[in-house]
């Protein structure tokens, strides 16, 4: 089995309502990095998996600049939702900024595409669990594995979904 594009698959992965609905909750509820979750599910899919350390280390700059421009972009988008709803000029500045938002987070997509991950035998959404201190009582990627696992059988069935 090929590894997929890392951008075509986080994409795809992310386009899968369950997954968007657990990235956004994990996302808001323990500051993950949705771009580096879909990263760590590229790494798990293709069987390459990745170490706490290497993520801290390989990831680092990433982050930052995902925190630095990423996540001001949110904030700011997210702050003008009320007063969007009332007056379609900030509507439209909303739109601007959530498109700026978009932008930037394809960038963080394409940053962590450009690293060269060692191979490991850890799976890679373990050690970002272990990353961000997630409890590990449960699984708290439940339906990002679901979909994986349904791409991983389309993929060696030769079907596409």
């Known amino acids: 089995m090929t590894k997929p594009n890392f951008i075509d698959f986080a994409l795809s992965l ?8 657990e990235c956004l909750q994990l996302q808001d509820n323990h500051d993950v ?5 879909l ?32 996540w001001p972009l949110r904030q700011l988008r997210r702050q003008l939702k009320c007063e969007a709803e009332s007056s ?19 960038e963080v997509l394409q940053r962590l595409g450009a690293i060269a991950w060692p191979s490991c035998s850890e799976p ?3 050690s970002l669990r272990l990353y961000y201190q997630l409890a590990g009582d449960c699984d708290s ?11 991983k059988a389309d993929a060696l069935t030769g079907q596409t979904n």
Do not use: H
């Open 124 to 126: 890679a959404l373990t």
């Open 33 to 37: 990095s949705v771009p580096l979750l």
């Open 141 to 151: 990627f439940g339906a990002l594995r679901a979909r994986m696992a349904v791409l």
């Open 14 to 21: 992310y386009a899968q309502p369950a997954v968007e609905a």
């Open 39 to 70: 990263c760590c599910a590229w790494l798990d899919f293709g069987g390459v998996g990745a170490t706490l350390e290497s993520i801290g280390v390989l990831a680092k700059d990433v982050l930052v600049w995902e925190q630095t421009v990423v």
């Open 88 to 106: 379609a000029a900030v509507a439209e500045i909303r739109a601007k900024i959530k498109q700026a938002e978009l932008a930037a987070e394809l």
